[in-house]
């Protein structure tokens, strides 16, 4: 079992930056990939990044690559989401996810987190 715990969401303007954390515990952190996804009103939650136990390899969406940045701390059991020039279609909420392996997809995760808000305003 693996629990997650966002934070760093909130009320942006357009071209400013946030960065997200997430607070894993449970298992290992070390042997879990991280990922971090998005769901806007009415849409279904999509891919944002992620990132293997060791960091070397790390997948962005088309959307979010060059203004976001998926790094994170094993020994604080912590994941971060840089996210920069931000844009009003960025708005979502954003989830911190766990996995057994490395992917892009909603399935390929196992836990997620309860969300933080991200509103970036025109």
């Known amino acids: 079992q693996v629990q997650l715990v966002e934070s760093g969401g909130g009320l942006v303007q357009a071209g400013g930056s946030l960065r997200l954390s997430c607070v894993a515990s449970g298992r290992a952190f070390i042997y879990v990939r991280m990922g971090w996804f998005r769901q806007a009103p009415g849409m279904e939650r999509e891919f944002v990044a992620a990132?293997?136990?060791?960091?070397?390899?790390?997948y962005y969406a088309d959307s979010v690559k060059g203004r976001f940045t998926i790094s994170r701390d094993n020994a604080k059991n912590t994941v971060y989401l840089q996210m920069n020039s931000l844009k009003p279609e960025d708005t979502a909420v954003y989830y911190c996810?766990?996995?057994?392996?490395?992917?892009?997809?909603?399935?390929?995760?196992?836990?997620w987190g309860q969300g933080t808000q991200v509103t970036v305003s025109a």
């Open positions: 990132i293997s136990q060791s960091t070397a390899i790390t």
């Open positions: 996810a766990a996995s057994n392996r490395i992917g892009t997809q909603v399935y390929d995760y196992n836990y």
